[in-house]
């Protein structure tokens, strides 16, 4: 097993992992009602193709992708259509769902799995995983089909599968990887296939020596990474830089340097897809933080509310201060308890209420700190003033484009700023100039 | 769950345990071994200025905080850092209203007219010494022996090597109280690298430029490296986050200078000593090493295949 060199930057957060690694992945039965958005990826919404009143079976299409960046949407479970209308979502925004009453007979729709799919030709991959609504499962959402068809005339020397859920209370891409390796291994084979990559590499956490077992007897001619504990080792340029030496130009993409990065839950929903000729309709999420009684990872339905989550890990063991959807680092802290589970939930964080006090600010002191531990290499304290001042010409000259939002500034930051808040800013501003006509 | 009322906040949603309370009050910590060995050598008169310098300066921040309608925040510790500090670089005998008068201008004039913790471009408690040099001329510049208590001039002053490399090291020589135990300062910086708040590369930088320094002019590299204030600068001043460079090579360059600098005045310049001024002119450059060592972003200058 190789041990890759290391990344700039990055923090040490406490891993906070064991209370929910080390159990199985257990099922979540389908609750009565589920609340399917139409959005759970990056792009534009998907389009209803059923009406209120409508009998579904599971996995069947209600939604179908709408515009170029886009997934189509499938239903969880059978039953029938309750109701088309905005519901609360992840992304702290009213989204359109779909709300269907399970029937509980569990009545699929018509399967195309096929028993060995690696002979399947690369288009009819891509396209099976296209129709399944397979979409980057780690958080970011973007259409897994889409990133399997690099520009023309690029070679990808690289597939590489992120496991290395580096947030920290994250443990669902340990468990799968402990649970099913034969998928995710699959998963790899028929994206390097349909991609045209030359090499597969599964870059896995430096702690995941479970998972390693469990992969290595099986891999053949994968080759099995480990990543250097720190956080965001897990993030896309650095897991790139990490296995192949090579740096994603600032604003490019990773295929600029013949690399081509999914994740492991991707890998997994896509051999579901194939062989079996299940759509994207389940992910496993880990249920976790002070207020959670059992904390465990969960295999949940698509549209479970995180209502639904938390009474199935035997409900709240203390009063929660904060219920966050997607991780400590980078996920949204959510407001309602019936905000539906989607295809980028890694991880439900029930945080108590002293976990979840904000500190007070106060004046920033120059430790530079941030500076230190920045994957970007960007000057985050001089970037927090900008966008304090509104001075946005000088945020993109220090790179506000180029910050990830990891969040280590924030993190790490003595002071207790809100760095990573004004560079949002900053960015956001400086991106709607850019679209404005002048 | 009805009454359920959550936190929303932006991420991330979990921070380190350090705070900048933490920092100032492990820089007190370190201060100790200094502040101990002060008494030892000076007695009383150690203490004295010490204790009204620090009281003198958390006083003017709380006034001036409230002057200014800010929130209190002197228990952060860092008006009392400077205090501390300010008392250890003047001469034993200083009266104390004079050491009163440089805390108040320390933080008034350091810290608070330029919008106070973290704004201030230049090291607060320097800027208090540098007032009293200039007010107090003679008060500044008599120093006297350890014990016995009588008027002499500093080793820098005298220029002597022989057989006093020892006593530099303990610190039984004349000078200002925290500085002439190099032991006592090397103690709190271990103490302060240890706990990760002394970034090693601006002592590294001074001490390095001191050493190339004294080998070209052809003096004893020990006694310019003991002598004075070069480690008491070089451990609890120059390492001041708030005046120095945010990046690790405008660090290096920061230490060069603050080296180079002391050399040039201690071998051609008129006073016997120059940490202070050399490290008040490199604060003054920090902006312009920050701009010159911004790191090269990820990702940008990259080619590609393309």
Same mark, same amino acid.
């Given at each position: 097993m190789r041990r890759v060199r290391s990344f700039f930057g990055g923090?040490?957060?406490? #891993?906070?992992?064991?209370?929910?690694?080390?159990?199985?992945?257990?099922? &979540?039965?389908?609750?009565?009602t589920l609340v399917v958005p139409l959005l759970q990826h990056a792009g534009l919404e998907a389009k209803p193709v059923v009406a209120k009143g409508d009998e579904v079976l599971k996995g069947q299409v209600i939604a179908e992708a709408h515009g170029a960046i886009s997934a189509p949407v499938h239903s969880p479970v059978s039953g029938k259509v309750l109701a088309i209308e905005p519901r609360a979502h992840q992304s702290g925004h009213s989204i359109t769902a779909i709300v269907i009453e399970n029937d509980g007979n569990d009545a699929w729709v018509e399967r195309n799995g096929h028993s060995d799919p690696i002979q399947l030709d690369a288009k009819t991959i891509?396209?099976?995983?296209?129709?399944?609504?397979?979409?980057?499962?780690?958080?970011?959402?973007?259409?897994?089909? &889409?990133?399997?068809?690099?520009?023309?005339?690029?070679?990808? #020397?690289? &597939?590489?599968?992120?496991g290395c859920e580096c947030d920290p209370y994250s443990t669902s891409d340990a468990r799968l990887l402990i649970e099913y390796p034969e998928d995710i291994i699959l998963g790899a084979q028929l994206m390097a296939k349909a991609s045209g990559a030359r090499k597969i590499v599964i870059a896995l956490a430096e702690t995941a020596s479970e998972a390693y077992a469990a992969l290595k007897e099986k891999a053949g001619s994968i080759e099995i990474v480990t990543m250097p504990s720190k956080y965001p080792g897990g993030g896309e340029k650095q897991v790139i830089q990490c296995v192949t030496g090579r740096e994603v130009p600032s604003g490019g993409m990773p295929h600029q340097v013949g690399a081509l990065v999914q994740n492991v839950a991707?890998?997994?929903?896509?051999?579901?897809?194939l062989r079996d000729g299940e759509p994207s309709i389940s992910r496993v999420v880990t249920v976790t933080g002070g207020s959670v009684a059992q904390p465990q990872n969960l295999m949940v339905p698509m549209g479970a509310s995180l209502e639904d989550l938390i009474q199935a890990t035997g409900g709240f063991s203390q009063r929660p201060g904060k219920v966050v959807m997607g991780g400590a680092m980078m996920g949204g802290a959510q407001f309602d308890l019936q905000t539906p589970v989607i295809k980028t939930t890694?991880?439900?964080?029930?945080?108590?209420?002293?976990?979840?006090?904000?500190? #007070?600010?106060?004046?920033?002191?120059?430790?530079?700190?941030?500076? #230190?531990?920045?994957?970007?290499?960007? &000057?985050?304290?001089?970037?927090?003033?900008?966008g304090m001042n509104e001075r946005f010409d000088d945020a993109r000259e220090f790179g506000a484009l180029d910050c990830i939002e990891c969040g280590a500034c924030d993190f790490i930051c003595p002071a207790k700023r809100p760095l990573l808040q004004y560079i949002r800013f900053a960015k956001m501003e400086i991106i709607a100039r850019d679209k404005k006509p002048s | 769950?009805?009454?359920?009322?959550?936190?929303?906040?932006?991420?991330?949603?979990?921070?380190?345990?350090?705070?900048?309370?933490?920092?100032?009050?492990?820089?007190?910590?370190?201060?100790?071994?200094?502040?101990?060995?002060?008494?030892?050598?000076?007695?009383?008169?150690?203490?004295?200025?010490?204790l009204l310098s620090g009281a003198a300066a958390v006083a003017t921040e709380a006034i001036f905080q409230r002057l200014r309608k800010q929130p209190i925040r002197v228990g952060d510790g860092s008006a009392l850092v400077t205090g501390v500090l300010l008392g250890l670089i003047v001469p034993p005998s200083l009266p104390s209203w004079m050491v009163i008068l440089g805390a108040v201008f320390a933080i008034a004039i350091g810290k608070q007219v330029f919008g106070g913790l973290g704004q201030n471009p230049f090291n607060p408690a320097l800027v208090g010494r540098a007032i009293l040099t200039a007010s107090f001329a003679t008060a500044m510049t008599t120093w006297r022996t350890p014990f016995d208590a009588i008027t002499a001039a500093t080793p820098l002053a005298l220029?002597?090597?022989?057989?006093?490399?020892?006593?530099?090291?303990?610190?039984?020589?004349?000078?200002?109280?925290?500085?002439?135990?190099?032991?006592?300062?090397?103690?709190?910086?271990?103490?302060?690298?240890?706990?990760?708040?002394?970034?090693?590369?601006?002592?590294?930088?001074?001490f390095a430029s001191v050493i190339v320094m004294s080998l070209i002019t052809g003096q004893s590299v020990i006694f310019h490296l003991l002598a004075g204030s070069l480690l008491f600068g070089?451990?609890? $001043?120059?390492?001041?986050?708030?005046?120095?460079?945010?990046?690790?090579?405008?660090?290096?360059?920061?230490?060069?200078?603050?080296?180079?600098?002391?050399?040039?005045?201690?071998?051609?310049?008129?006073?016997?000593?120059?940490?202070?001024?050399?490290?008040?002119? $490199?604060?003054?450059?920090?902006?312009?090493?920050?701009?010159?060592?911004?790191?090269?972003?990820?990702?940008?200058?990259?080619?590609?295949?393309?």
């Open positions: 923090i040490h957060p406490k #891993d906070a992992k064991k209370s929910s690694s080390s159990t199985p992945i257990q099922h &979540l039965s389908a609750p009565e891509i396209e099976r995983i296209s129709e399944a609504g397979v979409v980057g499962m780690g958080g970011a959402g973007f259409p897994t089909a &889409l990133k399997l068809v690099p520009p023309k005339g690029i070679t990808l #020397d690289y &597939l590489i599968i992120n991707t890998a997994w929903t896509v051999a579901r897809a890694t991880c439900v964080l029930a945080f108590s209420e002293a976990e979840s006090r904000t500190p #007070d600010a106060t004046p920033c002191i120059k430790c530079a700190r941030c500076v #230190d531990v920045c994957p970007a290499q960007l &000057l985050p304290l001089k970037l927090e003033a900008f | 769950m009805d009454d359920l009322k959550l936190i929303v906040a932006p991420s991330p949603h979990i921070r380190d345990t350090d705070t900048t309370e933490k920092s100032t009050f492990a820089t007190l910590i370190a201060l100790l071994p200094v502040v101990a060995a002060s008494v030892y050598f000076f007695g009383l008169d150690a203490l004295r200025l010490v220029g002597e090597v022989s057989g006093r490399i020892p006593d530099l090291f303990f610190g039984s020589v004349a000078g200002s109280l925290g500085e002439t135990s190099a032991l006592a300062i090397l103690l709190g910086g271990i103490y302060l690298f240890y706990r990760g708040y002394l970034d090693y590369r601006i002592p590294v930088g001074i070089a451990i609890f $001043m120059a390492v001041d986050p708030v005046t120095t460079p945010v990046t690790k090579g405008g660090r290096w360059i920061f230490g060069f200078g603050v080296g180079l600098i002391v050399m040039l005045i201690r071998t051609w310049g008129s006073y016997p000593e120059g940490v202070a001024y050399a490290i008040l002119l $490199m604060n003054a450059v920090t902006p312009l090493i920050n701009r010159w060592t911004r790191p090269r972003i990820y990702g940008q200058g990259v080619k590609t295949s393309e």
